[in-house]
């Protein structure tokens, strides 16, 4: 079905099908919150719980450290992508509290988000192996510096991003979770795997999304998904800071790389992941600019693949960096 109008209509008219969507969202009373997962302050035998968090906590490399705090800033600038999905018209919560099904998805994605920043933050307060005015300073200049995916207010090439971004989250959650567990951090590890659940939802929702966009609305939605890949992918904590003039976000990103929490065969693999969940090879009855994306978007993730191949070649000579999150330690 192809609707022929603006693309904030083709989203109006989604409005019953995002409503069958949002149980992707779990009522409050079925979800987990950061206090289930972290030593009871206000329990009996508190002590002895926050004891043995911190003797596992003991045994985490600085590599963990710096990729978890890098996962941590970037969930704590919430406000700034809950602002970003607003922008777009067709989506917007124009009241704050309307009960929209668009609205009501978006408030709801940002609620079940809000904790994953709390758990991890609370975690490594009580951890006490990072420096976490440093981090806090962070998370601040993140915040105040914005975040911009080079979208525009198209709401298409928007969902796109979001649902890269979902599925990149979960990788990067899992993966910094399984390094805990071979550092001994079984604890650290649940919790990682816990968000990462979190996030599979959410990446099922935006494809869906998305995926309903392509039905009703083919050509002008593979270009906006090739449009978004053009321009490549940018990062949610592109802009963070520690106070410092050094590209903060360039080393946390080679960390991560060399850490395998997050790689460029990663970004090539998420491609092709949404490439083939979409079936954009399989799209027949495009335009002719249409068209041309459809090769481009096909023969994408061999592209970076390849470029995955140059990156691990280079990464082992590239030199160890402090970060002042773990004390001015290089990592």
Not at 50 to 78: I, K, M, P, Y
Not at 81 to 98: S, V
Request: net charge negative; with cysteine; glycine share 6%.
């Amino acid at each position: 079905m192809i609707l022929a109008c603006h693309e904030d209509e083709v989203l109006e008219h989604m409005q019953a099908f995002i409503r069958d969507q949002l149980s992707l969202l779990k009522p409050v009373a079925d979800s987990w919150q950061p206090q289930d997962l972290l030593p009871d302050m206000a329990a009996t035998g508190w002590e002895k719980k926050l004891e043995a968090l911190r003797e596992r906590a003991v045994h985490l490399s600085d590599e963990v450290l710096v990729v978890l705090v890098g996962n941590l800033v970037t969930e704590e600038a919430l406000p700034s992508y809950q602002t970003w999905l607003n922008r777009n018209d067709g989506m917007k919560d124009e009241t704050g509290a309307d009960d929209s099904p668009w609205a009501v998805w978006t408030r709801g994605w940002t609620a079940e988000e809000n904790r994953h920043g709390d758990v991890l933050n609370k975690y490594l307060y009580l951890s006490g192996r990072v420096n976490m005015r440093t981090v806090e300073v962070t998370i601040q200049h993140l915040l105040r510096n914005g975040f911009d995916l080079k979208s525009g207010s198209d709401p298409y090439q928007s969902l796109v991003y979001a649902a890269f971004q979902e599925r990149a989250t979960k990788i990067s959650h899992l993966n910094t979770g399984r390094l805990a567990e071979s550092c001994g951090d079984g604890f650290l590890g649940h919790i990682c795997a816990t968000i990462a659940g979190d996030e599979a939802r959410h990446e099922e929702a935006y494809k869906r999304f998305f995926g309903e966009i392509i039905r009703l609305d083919p050509s002008r939605a593979v270009t906006a998904f090739a449009l978004m890949m053009r321009q490549k992918v940018a990062m949610p904590a592109r802009f963070m800071c520690d106070g410092t003039d050094r590209d903060l976000f360039s080393q946390f990103a080679v960390v991560a790389q060399k850490s395998g929490i997050y790689t460029t065969r990663d970004y090539a693999n998420v491609i092709e992941h949404l490439v083939d969940y979409w079936r954009i090879g399989s799209l027949t009855g495009l335009t002719g600019e249409a068209a041309q994306h459809q090769d481009f978007l096909c023969g994408l993730a061999e592209h970076y693949s390849s470029k995955a191949d140059r990156v691990e070649e280079v990464l082992p000579s590239l030199p160890k960096k402090s970060f002042l999150w773990i004390f001015d330690r290089a990592a």
